[in-house]
C-alpha cells in the first residue's frame, strides 16, 4: 500500500470530515493529525495563503487546501473510480449541492454545536485537548477562549440572534424531511452509489449533525433513513458499487433545489452585493428570517462565480436541459441576478496549492 496522505485538520470539523468521506470512498489511504496550534495555523496561512483546516500533504511535500478544489484535483489525477456521473447535468447538480451543504449549511451546524450549552461544552473541550495542548494557559481558560471565538465568528457574530434560531433551524428541520424522503428509497443522493453531492453533504451531517448531541437526537427521532445514509456513506468504497447508472434527475431532489434557489442563492447574492459595496457586514432576509450584521466573504463570491462557470461550461444540449431544471425549481434567475461579480484579481486560482481568501473572515491575500 502507498504511504498514506496526510490530512491535517480536526476529527470534529466539518471540511476534515468531508475530505475524510472522500478519501474512504474513493478508497484513497490517508493518516489523520490533529493540527497543532499555534505553529500548525502560522506555517498554512504563510504557505497555502490563508489559515483552515483540512490541509493535504501529497508525498512529495507538497500541501493543498480547499475541499472543494482538492477534491476536484484527485478527480483529475485519478480519474477511476470516478465520484461525478458521467451525465453533465447529473455532474452540475452534484457541484450545485456541495455547494450549498458546504456553505449555506455551515450557519445551522455551527448554531447547533455553539448555540447549545452541551455541544459548546463538548466541542469546546474536544478541540482544546485536540489542538491547543501546546498553549500555555489553564485548560478552563482555553475552553472559554474557544466557545467565544466561535461564537462571535460563526453564530452570534455573524448574524444568528435570538430572534432568528428558530428560523436557522427550520433550514436543518425542513432538510431532514427531504433528506428522510429520499433515502428511504436509494442508498446515496443520485442513486445506487455515492457522488460529489453525497461527499459535499457528509461536511454539515458527519461531523456536526450526526455527532453533536442536540442535532443528533433529532436526525434520531425523526430521520432515522438519515443516519443510516452518514454510515453508510462512510463504509462505501465506489470501487465495490455496481456500475454507474443514473435515469434522470430525481424528482424528489426538487424541494432541495427549491430551497437552494429560495434560501443559499439570494443570501449568495446579497453576500455579493455586500462585498461590492465594500460592506464587512450586511443585513439580509432570507425566506423570512431576517439576519442582522452577516459576515461578508469573498470566498463566496467566487462560490457563485464557479456555480456560473460550472453552467457555463455545460455542452449542449446539457445546459439548455439544466437550464429548464433551474428554472422549475426556482434557481436559474438568481444565479445570474448580480451582473458583475467582485472577485478579486486572480481569486482562487492558485487553488488548491493557494488560497485567496478565507470562507468567513478578513484576511484577503492577493
Ligand atoms: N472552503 C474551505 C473551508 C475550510 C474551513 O473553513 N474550515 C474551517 C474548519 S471546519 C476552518 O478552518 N475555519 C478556520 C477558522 O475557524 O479560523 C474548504 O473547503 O476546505
Sequence with gaps: MSEPLGLYGSNISYFTGKLEN????????????????PGDAKRIERDLGVYQMPVVQLADG??????TKIIQ???REQPAPALLPDDPV????CYLLEDYADEWLWRPAMHYRWHYPEGAHFASRHLVDEHLGGVPAPAGLKRVFMRHRQRSGYTRGDGITAENVAGV?????ALLQQLEAIFSRRPFLL????TLADIGFSGPFFRHFALDPVPLEIIRQRAPAVLEWVARLWNTRLADCPA??????PDDLGPLLAAIGREYLPYLNANAAAVAAGKKRFDVEIGGVAYRGARYS???VWCLAELRRHVEQLPEPAREAAQRLLEQHGCWAPLWEQADLPLLPGQEEGLPFKASTKMVGTNERV
Excluded at 62 to 67: A, G, I, M, S
Excluded at 90 to 93: G, R, S
Excluded at 169 to 173: D, G, H, K, P, S
Design 22 to 37: 472522500y478519501f474512504r470512498v474513493k478508497g484513497l489511504n490517508y493518516r489523520l493529525h490533529a493540527m497543532q496550534f
Design 62 to 67: 507538497r500541501w493543498l487546501t480547499d475541499t
Design 73 to 75: 484535483w484527485f478527480e
Design 90 to 93: 447529473m455532474a452540475f447538480i
Design 169 to 173: 433551524e427550520a433550514i436543518f428541520l
Design 191 to 194: 442513486g445506487q452509489r455515492p
Design 244 to 249: 454507474p447508472v443514473y435515469g434522470p434527475v
Design 298 to 300: 469573498r470566498y463566496r
